[in-house]
């Protein structure tokens, strides 16, 4: 069973940074991909950036050039750098593993609050 760790996140003011980390384990198992997704209050949970085990990379177009994600595989470690932050950043974030033979996980997710 492969379980997703997540960890950073918090509160922070409008023009700030904070970064995500989240960590996968759990066994023998291969991730293909990695992302950060997230659902803000009434909204749908929506793409934040992926990254596959290469290296390429795919944001969501809002956030290309703030949010900048990152992956260390032989730990099996996604990282999201955010800059810039805004009030609408705000949501909870939650971390994903596209892993070979089983499927998607997701860990259990950490509040983003963007506020003065």
């Known amino acids: 069973q492969v379980q997703l760790v997540e960890s950073g996140g918090g509160l922070v003011q409008p023009g700030g940074s904070l970064s995500l980390s989240c960590a996968a384990s759990?066994?023998?198992?291969?991730?293909?991909?990695m992302g950060w997704y997230r659902q803000a209050p009434g909204k749908e949970r929506e793409l934040v950036a992926v990254?596959?085990?290469?290296?390429?990379?795919n944001y969501a177009d809002s956030l290309k050039g703030r949010f900048i994600i990152t992956r260390k595989n032989a730990k099996n470690t996604v990282y999201l750098q955010m800059n810039s932050l805004k009030p609408e950043d705000t949501a909870v974030y939650y971390c994903?593993?596209?892993?070979?033979?089983?499927?998607?996980?997701w860990g259990q997710g950490t509040q983003i609050t963007v506020s003065s």
């Open positions: 994903n593993a596209d892993v070979w033979d089983f499927g998607h996980y």
């Open positions: 759990g066994g023998r198992f291969s991730i293909k991909t």
């Open positions: 990254i596959t085990t290469g290296g390429r990379t």
